[in-house]
């Protein structure tokens, strides 16, 4: 249903109209300026321009500059035709861009980031990406984030196609509140895109200063950009200048632009008030308009091939990043060098140039998709377009997962090829688990909340920092794991021993802070957890605790006892609860999960021997030394057997990547490892130390 919101034309004759004109060549000479910046410093810097942030301001501005010539006029608004319009224009460059990625895909990247990018193809296609990459950004377990993916640029589209959803509402919005206060439809829009522009930013500030990687991504903190874009056309009309002052003003924004990710921190600094400098930079730009000066910026700005450049810009933009990641990727380097850089940019323009003039402006121009319904037909035939290659190798990857699956318990062993009595009977073929598109996300769940008696108020629990690992309605023991990543990955081998003996495992896991007493050391959000998870214990009173109770580190002396630890699990067994603290698994210099296709199975770097890992001397000792009453458990066994720490045991993949063990192979070790947490649990004297001999 088409949506109509009309507003009264204003009947101030005294009003400044905002410009009639709806093409501004200087804007798009700006358009092109500011790609070339996100290109050019992408590509040949390493770095963040800015570019990005003008192309949000631009993209305000000329929505602006439309809906209110169009509500001033009396014409309806007409939201549905539009927003069918307006993504019929922007979806077919998104989708062939989309097919190149996945084609490039499967000819030049690794099997390993392929789940990856197939999910980032739905959130960048349903315009979500930006919420997927900040959801990453704060998850532990997440790919490399020093690894790009092909698709990471789609969030500012993302960001501008919610932005093209909410700003028409609120333009209809300012238009119904004109008509029945009888206000100037402009004062209202003022006051709406103010507000606006006064949240967004004390918000992005906040979020910026306590959680910057998260705040880049997010819509909230970047809709004050597209606001300053809806107040500068608001205040074009008033933007009145001496010619001398706008040329100055063009070639002071136009220098400003250009330096701004030299002299900013724009990916450590953005979207924070910093963001005000490419803002106004631009804004300078704009403002300064069509100067007729022979020296004015506008010259350059008018000049043809940059206005022909503004022209491709869109796909310009859509196109470099991916050509550029997957270049490194295939090539194995972390940044492009000068001739390559170049060739990079040069087959950019030329894909930039090809969906421009074959997919955009013919679709753009056809008469046939202007009838009614029509835009929507073509949307959905984009959808089609890219979701079925997505679904459909989707599908055949969960198929091929459930084939190996099938086979996985002659194949795929694990841990039992440790047992003395075990004959392994594996296909010399079989494949190894987890299969490497899976092998980086294959860590335990954390899904399921913490309810019922076990749920908690504490706000550093919520979400995924509590939660319900095994459940039974009436356990005979409840135990709660707590610590880092690292206690994280055990519950995938606490769990099968918990479902059989009917306990209830609860999981306090958060990546990166190991269970101590507070710490300048670690963050205050660690800090904060560690202190509501020790509260929760203490009322919970489980019959034991279980963490890691040393931490690896990757060189050498390769494992240390980690401070603060004592006291907290001192506050623990003060209260008569059980303490179980787990030896730390080793951490490696290379990606175990992908060693063995990076290297082969059987190299020394997939093999490396436990001296190369491991501390001489165990610090269990020293730690049960300090702590006689705690329970300890050395399982090196498990995953350094016979003198070396292997990347695979029993056609199992041990790790899912440096130094987290996989959930398959942890599963694997659960019949090794009850005896020993049974032992645990059950002592009775004073001082045990339940340590398995290398």
């Not at 087959?347 to 679709?363: G, K």
């Not at 688990?433 to 909340?449: F, H, I, K, V």
Request: aromatic share 10%.
């Amino acid at each position: 249903m088409t949506q109509e919101v009309v507003a009264a034309p204003e009947r101030d004759g005294r009003r400044k109209a905002l410009p009639d004109r709806s093409y501004r060549p200087e804007v798009q000479g700006l358009r092109a300026v500011a790609v070339l910046m996100v290109v050019t410093y992408h590509i040949w810097f390493g770095r963040v321009s800015g570019g990005v942030d003008i192309f949000l301001l631009i993209s305000a501005l000329l929505l602006t500059l439309s809906f209110v010539r169009k509500v001033e006029a009396g014409r309806p608004l007409k939201l549905g035709r539009y927003w069918l319009h307006l993504f019929k224009r922007l979806l077919p460059a998104v989708v062939v861009v989309l097919l190149g990625v996945l084609t490039a895909t499967a000819l030049f990247v690794p099997r390993s980031r392929w789940t990856e990018i197939l999910s980032q193809s739905w959130s960048s296609l349903f315009y979500v990406q930006n919420w997927a990459l900040a959801a990453n950004s704060v998850d532990y377990y997440a790919t490399d984030q020093s690894v790009a993916s092909p698709l990471q640029h789609f969030w500012s589209l993302s960001v501008q196609g919610q932005v093209f959803i909410l700003w028409p509402l609120l333009f209809g919005l300012a238009a119904i509140i004109a008509r029945a206060t009888k206000l100037r439809f402009r004062v209202v829009v003022l006051l709406v895109f103010g507000a606006v522009f006064t949240a967004s930013l004390t918000f992005s500030i906040y979020e910026t200063y306590t959680n910057q990687v998260h705040a880049y991504f997010d819509t909230r903190t970047r809709l004050w950009e597209f606001a300053f874009g809806t107040l500068l056309a608001l205040s074009l009309p008033y933007l009145k200048f001496p010619q001398p002052l706008r040329v100055l003003a063009g070639w002071i924004g136009l220098a400003a632009m250009l330096s701004g990710g030299f002299i900013l921190d724009v990916q450590g600094q953005f979207p924070g008030y910093v963001a005000l400098w490419p803002l106004v930079a631009a804004a300078l730009v704009i403002a300064a308009g069509e100067t007729g000066s022979p020296v004015g910026a506008d010259r350059f700005l008018t000049w043809k091939p940059l206005i022909r450049l503004g022209d491709m810009s869109y796909a310009l933009y859509l196109w470099h990043w991916p050509v550029l990641i997957i270049y490194l990727i295939w090539r194995g380097r972390e940044e492009a060098g000068p001739l390559e850089g170049t060739a990079i940019i040069a087959l950019s323009l030329v894909l930039a140039y090809l969906t421009t003039r074959f997919i955009e402006r013919p679709l753009r121009s056809m008469a046939w998709t202007e009838k009614k319904g029509r835009a929507a037909i073509v949307i959905g035939v984009c959808v089609a377009l890219a979701a079925a290659p997505v679904a459909g190798w989707q599908t055949a990857l969960r198929l091929e997962n459930e084939r190996v699956q099938s086979t996985a318990a002659v194949n795929n062993p694990g841990a039992a090829v440790l047992d003395a009595d075990y004959v392994y009977e594996a296909d010399e073929e079989a494949e190894l688990l987890p299969l490497l598109e899976r092998a980086g996300s294959d860590y335990a769940d954390l899904s399921a909340p913490c309810t019922g008696r076990f749920a908690t108020d504490a706000p550093a629990l919520q979400g995924y920092g509590c939660t319900e690992y095994v459940s039974a309605p009436h356990p005979d023991k409840v135990l709660v794991a707590v610590g880092n990543s690292h206690v994280q990955q055990w519950l995938a081998a606490i769990g099968p021993i918990a479902e059989a003996k009917n306990w209830t495992v609860i999981g306090l896991a958060r990546g990166g802070c190991q269970f101590v007493d507070y710490s300048e050391g670690i963050s205050q959000e660690c800090n904060d957890r560690n202190s509501q998870a020790l509260e929760y214990i203490l009322d919970l009173h489980p019959d034991a605790v279980i963490t890691t109770a040393t931490y690896s580190i990757g060189e050498y002396p390769h494992e240390l006892l980690p401070g603060g630890f004592l006291a907290t699990a001192n506050a623990v067994m003060d209260q008569g609860i059980r303490f179980i603290g787990i030896r730390d698994n080793p951490r490696h210099t290379v990606n175990m999960a992908t060693c063995p296709e990076d290297y082969g199975v059987d190299s020394a770097t997939c093999n490396p021997d436990y001296e190369s890992v491991r501390a001489a001397e165990s610090p269990l000792l020293e730690m049960g030394a300090m702590l006689p009453a705690m329970r300890l458990l050395d399982v090196d066994d498990l995953v350094c057997p016979e003198g070396t720490c292997p990347a695979v045991i029993g056609n199992v993949r041990v790790y899912l990547d440096e130094n987290h063990i996989s959930a398959t192979y942890a599963r694997s070790m659960a019949p090794a490892l009850l005896p020993r947490l049974l032992d645990a649990l059950n002592l009775a004297d004073s001082r045990s130390l339940v340590r398995l001999a290398h």
